[in-house]
């Protein structure tokens, strides 16, 4: 098979809504939905086919099964699958966090560090979240803020709006703020050191664990560096990230090629349609996610819709 459906693990995390169920079509029966991770070979969440030979293998599984040539040789580099990519449905602020480089990563936690992006799917009017540092500070007074829960007062604040796009280094403090749903593509890593959670209890009554000596480690204590990645949306050794769309009308049907270089993940974020890829066709909803194989040949996407698609460069 060259086309693959996917299907992702699931998140209840206590500041989630409900969205990804109500307008994503995922098929979870609890009262939160945080993150639905579409594309993941991590353990803590891996995701699986759909349907054909391999239904109900995880993604991790199929590439053990049929060899690492279906990741492509821009893959060669990597030790494990580098990418992960998640619907975020935000209902309330998320806590401030700041994820470790590689480096740090793995010689503290046994894992690769973070860089991320994050694509804004929906937001209510007047949504904002945190990226980086309004201004550089002194690792004193970062400790200070923390200690004193005075550290959003320093933090970039941006109000934001449908499509917009963030890419955060490791490195950089953010926090996805409510009544925001964010598709995020990732490095293949679950680490994270919160330094600010709003006081907030878990599930056993007590507040959630901070990081905060990891956090001051790691955290560059300055505003985000501009970056500019035209023609991609974001592109970085791990992933680059173009926008598909189909108004199916005047562009109603698009071709793409996925050669023996790298493998292609398509995530559909609204409308319907189908794929082609070779002899193998699927249909495809909103909230969909697809894996198409490297050396999978041209596909050819036609409805009306709007996408992310993701490689490795």
Not at 139 to 159: M, P, Q, S, W
Not at 221 to 243: G, L, Q
Request: glycine share 8%; with cysteine; proline share 3%.
């Amino acid at each position: 098979m060259a086309l693959l459906k996917l299907r992702p693990s699931f998140k209840d995390y206590l500041w989630g809504g409900h969205k990804l169920v109500d307008e994503f079509n995922k098929d979870y029966d609890g009262d939160i939905l945080a993150e639905s991770w579409e594309m993941s070979c991590h353990k803590d969440g891996p995701s699986y086919i759909v349907g054909g030979a391999f239904d109900g293998m995880t993604l991790s599984e199929y590439i053990d099964k049929n060899g690492k040539e279906v990741l492509g040789s821009n893959c060669d580099k990597f030790e494990d699958f580098p990418i992960l990519i998640k619907l975020i449905d935000a209902k309330k602020d998320l806590s401030v966090q700041v994820h470790p480089d590689n480096e740090y990563a793995l010689k503290n936690e046994g894992q690769y560090g973070k860089t991320e992006m994050w694509y804004v799917v929906d937001c209510e009017p007047g949504a904002q979240l945190f990226y980086g540092f309004k201004n550089e500070i002194s690792k004193e007074e970062f400790e200070g803020r923390i200690k004193e829960n005075t550290l959003t007062d320093i933090l970039n604040a941006v109000k934001v709006k449908k499509g917009d796009v963030f890419f955060i280094d490791a490195g950089t403090i953010h926090a996805i703020g409510k009544d925001i749903l964010i598709a995020e593509i990732q490095q293949n890593s679950n680490v994270t050191y919160r330094v600010y959670d709003y006081g907030r209890k878990g599930a056993d009554g007590k507040e959630r664990e901070l990081h905060v000596d990891k956090a001051v480690e790691v955290t560059k204590r300055m505003p985000p560096a501009e970056k500019s990645f035209s023609p991609d949306i974001a592109s970085c050794e791990y992933f680059t990230v173009d926008k598909l769309y189909l108004d199916g009308e005047y562009f109603s049907k698009v071709s793409g090629m996925v050669t023996d270089k790298s493998f292609v993940n398509l995530l559909f974020l609204s409308g319907n349609g189908e794929i082609v890829c070779g002899e193998e066709k699927m249909s495809f909803k909103k909230g969909d996610s697809f894996f198409l194989t490297a050396n999978s040949g041209e596909y050819e996407v036609s409805g009306k819709c709007e996408a992310l698609v993701t490689v490795v460069k």
